[in-house]
Each structure stands twice: as C-alpha cells, then as structure tokens.
C-alpha cells in the first residue's frame, strides 16, 4: 500500500498539489516585504536577470553549490525541471535534458573547453571528468538558441570552474573540506589555496573521493564503489586593468569504478586539460571586448571484466585514448543600444582504442589461451569550424536578439575494415563533410506590470559524433544489440519553439509557466542489419545495429515553477515538468530464440528513455539571520507508462522520496552542512536506470543516507 494513491492516480495528485502550492501558498505572503525581483529560483538552482532571458536557462551560482552535498554532478543535475540522468553505476550519470542525451546535449568548461570521453558506453560523460568542489556556476541552457558555445542540438551544460582573479591588495585565502556519506560509506576531502595581489593572481586545488558499494531501499546491495583523485592549478596575469590572461590545468583520475549496468568497469581514466585564456575590456570606442581561448584535453581510458564471472573464460580489456583541442576568439561590440557578438571557433577531436580478448579453454586437463585484438577506434578524427554571430536590441518594453551560425564539419577514420553484402554498403568511405547552419530568434516583452513573455525560435544541428560513425560491433544503447557505426550518417536538426510566461511580483513570488516545442529531423536510431550481413560479437545480442538517421521525431513539453520571495526567513519553492517523444513511424524487430526473425511498423511510438512527468516542493526557513538555514524537500515521480514497443521499453513504476537538511556558518571561517537523503528509504528506481547486466533487473537508487560536510576557510 506504500504510496498507493500516488501510483493509481499521479497525475492528479501532481497536478492538485502543485496547484495548490502556486495558487494558494501566495496569498500568505501578500503582507510580506519583498526586496529583490531578480531572482528565480527552481528547485535549488537559480536564474538571475530583469526577466528570464530570451531562452530557458538555469543558472546555479556558488552559494547554491557550497550549500549542497553532491559527490557526482550528474546525479545533481538532477534536481532541475525537466533534467534527468541515465545511472549506470555509482558514479558518471549521463544526463538528459528534455529528452535529449548523449551527444544531443553539448556539455563544457568556461564557455569553450571540451572534453571527448574514452568510453563507447559514456561511463565517463563529459561531467564526470570535473568534480563540484571545483565549479563556481553552472549555466543549463535549454533549446537550440545559444549558438556561442559551439553546435548545440537540444541543451547545453556549462561548468565555470573556479579561476583566479586580482586582488586590490596582497590576499591569500584558504579552504578546507571534508565529507562523509553513510550507505556508500563514502568521503571525500578537498583543499584549496588562492591569492595574489592586481599583477599576479593564483588558485591551487586538489582533493580525494572514495566511496564504496551503496544498499537500495529494497536491501539490495550494489557493487558501486569508486575511487576518485584530482588536482588543479592556475595562474593569472594583468596587464593592466582591461587586459588579463589566464593559464589553467586540471587533473582528475577515476580508479576502479564499478558499473554493475555496464559490461565492463573502469579499471583506470586519466584526464589532463589545459586551457590559456585572454580577456580585453574597453578596447576603443565600439569595440568593448576580446576574449581568446585555446585548450588542449586527453583521456586515457581502461576498462575491463576481470570482475565479472566471464572472466573465467574470456578476459576483455579495452584501452582508449582519446584527445579534444581547440580555441575560440570572440568580440563584443556596441553602438548605442545595439549590441553585436561576433566569433569563429575550431574543434579537433582524435579518438583510438584497442579491445583485447583471451580466451581461456580447458581441455583433457590442458589450458588453451588464444588473444584477440579488435579496434574500437582507429585513429578516428574529427575537425569543426565555426563562425557565429549574435545581435541584441533592447526597447522599452520588448527586446530582440537574433543569432547565426555556420559549421564545417569534417571526419575521417584509418578503418580498413569494410561491410559490402549485395552490392549494399553498410561501412565503407570513411571520410564526410558537412556544412551545417544554426540559427535562433529570441524576444522578451513585458505584457504588465509585474507579466513578461519569452519565446525563442531556432534551428540546431549536429554533425555525428566518432562513436556513430565508426563504432564496430559493441553494445553501446539502451537495448542489448551490437551497435555498428555509419561512416555516413547525416547530421542532425532540431527545430524547436519556446514560449514562458514570467510573473515577479513583489509580495506573491514568482511563478514560470513554459512549453516547448521539437522536431528533430534526421534523427539518429539503430536499425537491424541482416544477419546474412554481419552477426554480433557480443555473447547474448540478438543481432547487430546500425546507426541511421530516420525522417523526423518530435518532442514537446512543459515546465512550471514557482518561488515565494527570497527576501523572507522561509520560503517555498515548487517546480512540474514532463516531455514526450514520439517517433510517427518506427520499426519493432521479433525477437525469437535470441535472434531476429522479422519486424513490424509501430505507428506513433514513444521515443525511448524519455523521463516521466515530476514535480517536487522544498520548504526552507532561515534561523539567525541566515546562518542557520534548514530544508525539507518531497520529489514525487509519476509511473512511465508511455514506453517505446519498438526498443521493447519497459514500464516504470511512481514514486515518492523526501528528504531533509540542515546548514550552519556561525561565522565567514566556518561551515556545515548535515542532511538525510531517502528519509524513508524507499526502493525506487529511475525510468532511465539502466538493466543490471546479465538479468532484467533494473539498478535500484541508493536507500536512506545521512550525510555530512564541514569546511573552514580563511
């Protein structure tokens, strides 16, 4: 009977709260003063400005982040509307944002560094390779709209580390931390130094996080442990007090990290990234600004099965390197209210790997050991270059931007591996070159006093990452086949329209009702080739993948939020979201006897992995004056019945977790942070958690956690 209600009708019982928060939780606070409306905040994530900005964007500032305890920023992620995670272990959740993952969302560092994960199953997405006690903001831009940051597809994750800055006088400032997590029986330590005067400027960095296996509410155990080490330094330099340049470095290193979700674990991931920045401020009369960046990152990425029980008879170890490098140079320039952003960027990207195989057979008393070798990659390339523009124009009560961007893509592998049956070909003429065009428009209008509307209109596209083009028979998806790349696949388009409505109102808070709009054509899917063809590698596939594109899909959604106002000692804040995926026109491949014996047409099926509708409601109330802040918070996730028959989808369950904090700074030096996750210890799972390998149970999220951080700074 536990949460029974919420199961047979979570729609309703979403709806109605919410509802009820929105609509009759503000008329409590009418009386109250109210001191500053440029601030949104959602869910714990916070966007600032006059107004929402011309596209969906969450911003997450510092004293958001250094009063939460996150040991992996994809599962943090995971709080916000409309964003998920794909969990595959204890650590490294893939996220997905309205719908789209894996490459469909760009994520980087300080507006430009990019990091080109080593694993085919992205056990190591782009977030993972950076630890939060290391970040200062996190930007979630959602949409196809900012086309700065290089092609975007669907959304885009920006992680601001922290970087040094100058100092009026001679300033040195330190930091302490340590963390502790029941359940995994985890802790993680960070320490970190910084200072400098107005010439020269620093911040050192470096910490430890180990954690072991966690148990789900169910009493499950899960082999999850991880261990994590990483280092950053940086160094700063003025000119003079319009030009500033900025050398950077980071090291981070995961070691036997368990994925019971993934064929393989991570026996070792090395990540070096370097990064030289040059700031110019008020160069002439037009020209404001200059920003030149280049950056240079590599992956060393092992992984293997040595402790799995296939093992016993065949032992795999894939090693891949991989390496992204690149600049962007940018100008802002102003001629009374009109304002023009205007760049050119390049990205390289180098990927190989190697899968070894021995197999051990035991014969009348003899052992036979045979070793294989495979490429995963062979010197697989990609190289794109970018120019871009962006124009503003404020008015008195509506504002316009409008942005253009051009892509040269162009990729090629050293494969001498090629796939002819019947004059078809499935894998062959390795090099391709596209040009792509983005485009967006974006208008703010203030309808009243206190009433604003957003919408934006634009056009993403993506050129096939290395993995879908190049790719030899591995099983990288959702579903059990062996996936084979397509050297020429074409690039895919999203066209998307978004329209907000914004209420700020001094004394009622504020309250944000957005719907969104896609459709993704020459959308990437894996379609069977016949086994005549090829057959898979991987013991157990029913048969093997191709990555093709498809005419279109289509995804639409919404997202409504709402904050009390920030400025009283409680507050409430209460957030919905859902999106649904369609495919008008998808294949389902019968399975019998583990291989593909025929298909039929799905019409109007479900995308697969699309998150159910959510909602969650955080109290918090703020004792002496702000230095004591507590939280209690209740997330409620709907059952996904609307699941995908063409990837044999399976059905989810509802759910509802709680959970409870506290945080304490009785002084600028001091700081802690104790709280409760899964206060009831509730076994649950996410829709996107994948199957544990080898059985079709899905992998449980961790059960009750009490956990803790205490800091010192001076």
């Given amino acids: 009977m536990k949460n029974q209600l919420f199961k047979d009708y979570p729609w309703a019982v979403l709806i109605l709260i919410t509802c009820f928060l929105i609509i009759c939780f503000p008329s409590v606070l009418i009386a109250q003063e109210y001191i500053s409306s440029d601030t949104l905040q959602l869910n714990e994530v ?15 500032p510092t004293r958001t982040l250094d009063h939460e305890i996150i040991r992996d920023i994809g599962d943090f992620l995971r709080q916000g509307p409309n964003v998920s995670g794909i969990r595959k272990g204890g650590v490294g959740i893939d996220p997905v944002i309205r719908g789209f993952k894996y490459n469909q969302v760009t994520a980087l560092l300080n507006g430009g560094v990019k990091i080109e994960g080593g694993c085919p199953n992205r056990m190591d997405p782009v977030v993972s390779h950076i630890e939060s006690e290391n970040i200062q903001k996190i930007e979630i831009i959602k949409g196809p709209y900012i086309l700065k940051y290089g092609p975007v597809l669907g959304a885009l994750i920006n992680l601001d580390t922290k970087l040094p800055h100058p100092y009026t006088k001679p300033e040195i400032h330190g930091k302490v931390l340590y963390g502790f997590e029941s359940n995994w029986n985890g802790q993680r330590e960070h320490i970190e130094l910084e200072g400098g005067n107005d010439k020269i400027f620093f911040i050192v960095s470096g910490g430890y996080k180990g954690y072991g296996s966690y148990t789900a509410g169910n009493d499950s155990l899960y082999n999850t442990s991880f261990r994590k080490l990483y280092g950053t ?21 995961g070691k036997n990290i368990l994925y019971p979700a993934l064929p393989m674990d991570e026996r070792l991931d090395q990540t ?73 960027d ?67 592998s050293g494969d001498t591996f090629r796939l002819v049956n019947d004059g078809i070909v499935y894998f062959d003429d390795l090099n391709s070159n596209y040009f792509n065009v983005s485009f967006s428009l974006g208008m ?33 998806q959702y579903d059990a086949y062996d996936y084979l790349g397509n050297p020429q696949l074409q690039p895919e388009n999203n066209y998307q329209a978004d329209v907000s409505f914004e209420l700020f109102h001094p004394n009622l808070g504020s309250l944000s009702v957005s719907g969104f709009f896609s459709m993704v054509t020459n959308y990437i899917i894996g379609k069977v080739v016949p086994p005549s063809v090829i057959k898979p590698s991987t013991q157990g596939a029913p048969g093997v993948k191709q990555f093709s594109n498809i005419n279109r899909v289509y995804l639409t959604g919404f997202e409504v939020s709402y904050q009390s106002p920030t400025a009283k000692k409680w507050g409430l804040m209460a957030n919905i ?31 697969p992995e699309i998150p159910p509708l959510e909602g969650s409601v955080k109290f918090s109330y703020k004792f002496f004056r702000g230095k004591l802040i507590t939280n209690a918070s209740v997330r409620l996730v709907s059952g996904q019945n609307r699941v995908s028959q063409s990837y044999g989808e399976q059905k989810t369950p509802g759910f509802v977790t709680a959970a409870a904090s506290i945080s304490y700074a009785p002084c600028r030096f001091v700081s802690f942070v104790a709280g409760v996750e899964n206060i009831f210890d509730t076994p649950y799972y996410e829709h996107l958690n994948r199957r544990i390998v080898g059985s079709a149970e899905r992998l449980y999220e961790p059960g009750r956690v009490f956990c803790f951080t205490l800091s010192f700074k001076i």
């Fill in 46 to 60: 916070e966007v600032y400005g006059k107004t929402v900005s011309f596209y969906p964007i969450i911003v997450i």
């Fill in 577 to 607: 979201a859902a999106t649904y995926g369609t495919d008008p026109e998808a294949v389902k491949y019968l399975v019998s006897g583990g291989q593909v014996i025929g298909q039929e047409t799905i019409k109007n099926d479900p995308l």
């Fill in 444 to 476: 703010k209008k203030q309808l009243a006093k206190w009433l604003y509307i957003n919408a934006a209109l634009g056009k993403g596209s993506r050129s096939p990452s290395l993995l879908e083009r190049y790719i030899k028979l591995m099983p990288v």
């Fill in 272 to 344: 070096h990234v370097g990064s030289l920045n040059y700031t110019g401020r008020n160069i002439g009369k037009i020209w404001k600004s200059i920003e030149i960046q280049g950056y240079f990152s590599s992956v060393h990425h092992v992984m293997d099965n040595l402790n799995r029980s296939t093992a016993k008879t065949m032992q795999a170890v894939t090693t891949v390197n991989s390496q992204n490098s690149g600049g962007k140079i940018t100008s802002i320039l102003q001629d009374g209210v009109h304002e023009f952003l205007i760049g050119i």
């Fill in 346 to 412: 390049f990205e390289h990207v180098f990927k190989d790997g190697d899968k070894q195989m021995t197999m051990k057979m035991i014969m009348d008393g003899d052992t036979f050991i045979s070793v294989k070798h495979a490429n995963v990659w062979l010197n697989a390339l990609f190289n794109n270059i970018g120019a871009f523009a962006e124009y503003k124009i404020p008015f008195k009560r509506f504002d316009f931007t409008a942005a253009l961007r051009f892509n040269y893509n162009q990729a090629t």
């Fill in 233 to 253: 330094a940086a160094i700063g330099v003025a000119i003079n007090e319009s030009h500033k340049v900025i050398l950077n470095y980071a090291y981070d290193q």
